[in-house]
């Protein structure tokens, strides 16, 4: 079975914190994303990579930074946080491929709040 | 733009029955439709995919059908059971990335 693991379940911050939110995947899938979702607003893609060192921005990439530096690792920075911040974030793992077609595996979820 | 748009109501029935949720999508037809599963707290799982030249998909109590006439899907529950309430996310293929809906909270009443 794909396990997608995130760093922390919960996560409370004050704003202007850096905040890094981890992910790590042990399947080998070359793509990974990560997502916020909020109610009423569905998941919204924050970035994306599919391969080591590289990155695309998502929907909703201001105020986020990614970083890749090994294939199963994808960390999410927020620079300063903000309480508009505060939400579940979502990491996923896929494999090579258009990222539209394939599915993709989810972790858990960090809801991460910012006071 | 392209979109996804899912009954954001809750849908409620009685165990036994069918349920039916439904995926609106605008422009033109993906390639491909997805159908997750989300419980509360946690990340959703991947149920099913159909293809745009399929009209119906299987998987065990669970179809699911493309209607590109209609630029809808269908995904179906049959002899739900209470363990089958969750939210159902129905997302679209788009340049690079997946577009999700909002997704449908079933509720399934003992």
């Known amino acids: 079975d794909v396990k997608v693991t995130q760093s922390s379940r919960y996560l409370v911050k004050r704003t202007g914190e850096k905040v890094f939110l981890e992910c790590v995947q042990d399947m080998d899938h070359e793509n990974m994303f990560w997502y916020r979702q909020d109610p009423g607003l569905g998941l919204r893609l924050i970035y994306f990579s599919y391969d080591v060192k590289m990155k695309e921005k998502g929907d909703i990439p201001e105020g986020y930074s990614v970083s890749r530096e090994k294939k199963e690792r994808f960390s999410l920075i927020l620079e300063s946080a903000s309480t508009n911040q505060t939400s579940m974030y979502l990491c996923?793992?896929?494999?090579?491929?258009?990222?539209?077609?394939?599915?993709?595996?989810f972790g858990p979820g960090t809801r991460l709040t910012v006071l | 733009s392209q979109k996804i748009e899912q009954n954001s109501e809750a849908l409620n029935i009685q165990e036994g029955k069918t349920a039916t949720l439904t995926c609106n999508y605008t422009n033109y037809s993906p390639a491909y439709l997805q159908w997750y599963r989300q419980d509360p707290g946690r990340g959703p799982v991947f149920l099913l995919l159909?293809?745009?030249?399929?009209k119906e998909k299987r998987k065990e109590r669970l179809k699911v059908t493309f209607d590109t006439t209609l630029k809808q899907s269908l995904f179906h529950i049959t002899a739900s059971q209470p363990a089958d309430s969750a939210t159902y996310l129905c997302a679209r293929g788009a340049t690079n990335k997946l577009i999700f809906g909002t997704g449908t909270l079933l509720a399934v009443q003992p």
């Open positions: 996923a793992s896929g494999l090579a491929g258009a990222p539209s077609t394939d599915t993709q595996y």
């Open positions: 159909i293809r745009e030249n399929e």
